[in-house]
């Protein structure tokens, strides 16, 4: 139980480290994690490309920025989009790495930084033969491998992380290509019609099919009866970065949606030279109007059933075909003097 808090509270420490803002270093406040600056310019993140079967070669820097020395596991990871929002996050050192993560090698995979100082480790990465074209996000990371003790009752551990991002990109044929889906709406009605609002969720799935980074854009549509249009908006809760072959599962809210309407949602989802849509339809009913729906077609079948019942019952048995009564008249209407 205790490795098992220690890796997913890890997963987290990674997560958060891999959000730093372009502008800067990747930095917990303790230590921070960078690109060795250029001659040209200080560089936020690993900016490369190779082919396949060529080795480029780079440095990172590991500041530690406390007062005491800090001891570090250096390691490439691949990244990935978080399934819940989209955040940029990578791989832990105990994963299965298959990109940046099994072709990067720092030339030694633990260091002790002094206080307040640095270390440039250079790193190699192999690109081999059969790598797919296109892009490779990946990161390489500083993990701290103390386990601090955390707070609460739980006493959870924790270990911290911090990545410098790599994108690299393969030579070869480029493909973007995005689509949506899954797309679903759920209602939230008020008892009531006219009493209170209502809310639909509507949920969906972008999936980059392509291979390289997108910068996604998502319309949505709204149409109602006789093709009313009902909501028309771009969404702005979607990641600034789909990274390639990631699925990331998006919900967006729609307040004041109709309480009483039958029509189609459409997702537009667009970026560099590629866009796609797809649709789900609704239909909005109130609760109180549904009850009474029913309550009348329960209403009407018993009604039903019980007049079939009355009808057969009042009509009586029927006589056989073949029964004396029957001969017997039969048998009048042919010889009437008889009778």
């Given at each position: ?16 480290a ?9 930095d917990?406040?303790s ?9 040209i ?21 590991v ?39 099994a072709?990067?090698?720092?030339a ?29 996000p ?16 739980l ?12 994108y ?30 209502s ?108 007049s ?32």
């Amino acid at each position: 139980m205790r490795k098992l808090s220690v890796l997913l509270l890890g997963l987290l420490g990674l997560f958060l480290a891999a959000l730093a803002t372009p502008a800067h270093a990747a930095d917990n406040g303790s230590w921070s994690v960078y690109p060795l600056a250029s001659k040209i310019a200080a560089r936020p993140y690993f900016y490369l490309s190779a082919d396949p079967g060529t080795t480029v070669s780079d440095k990172v820097v590991v500041a530690n920025k406390t007062a005491g020395p800090l001891t570090f596991r250096l390691y490439a990871a691949d990244a990935y989009n978080t399934a819940r929002d989209g955040g940029f996050a990578v791989r832990t050192v105990h994963e299965r790495q298959r990109g940046v993560g099994a072709w990067a090698r720092p030339a030694t995979p633990r260091i002790t930084v002094p206080a307040h100082g640095r270390v440039t480790v250079p790193f190699t990465l192999r690109v081999p033969e059969g790598a797919e074209p296109g892009d490779h996000p990946g990161a390489l990371v500083a993990l701290d491998e103390r386990i601090d003790k955390g707070s609460g009752s739980l006493a959870l551990g924790v270990q911290r992380a911090v990545a410098a991002r790599v994108y690299l990109r393969v030579g070869g044929p480029t493909l973007p290509a995005i689509s949506v889906e899954n797309v679903h709406i759920s209602h939230s009605q008020p008892l009531v019609p006219g009493f209170g609002t209502s809310t639909s969720t509507i949920s969906y799935t972008l999936h980059n099919t392509g291979n390289v980074t997108l910068d996604p854009r998502v319309e949505l549509r709204a149409k109602g009866l006789f093709g009313r249009t009902l909501l028309s908006r771009d969404l702005s809760r979607i990641p600034s970065e789909l990274l390639p072959g990631q699925r990331v599962h998006l919900t967006e809210p729609w307040r004041g949606a109709p309480q009483l309407d039958w029509g189609d949602i459409t997702l537009t989802a667009s970026a560099q030279d590629t866009r796609e849509s797809a649709s789900a339809s609704f239909l909005a009913v109130p609760w109180i109007a549904t009850a009474v729906l029913l309550a009348a077609l329960a209403v009407g079948t018993v009604l039903f059933v019980r007049s079939r019942r009355t009808r057969v019952a009042g009509q009586g048995p029927a006589r056989p075909a073949g029964s004396p009564a029957t001969a017997r008249d039969a048998e009048r209407e042919r010889h009437p003097s008889r009778r």
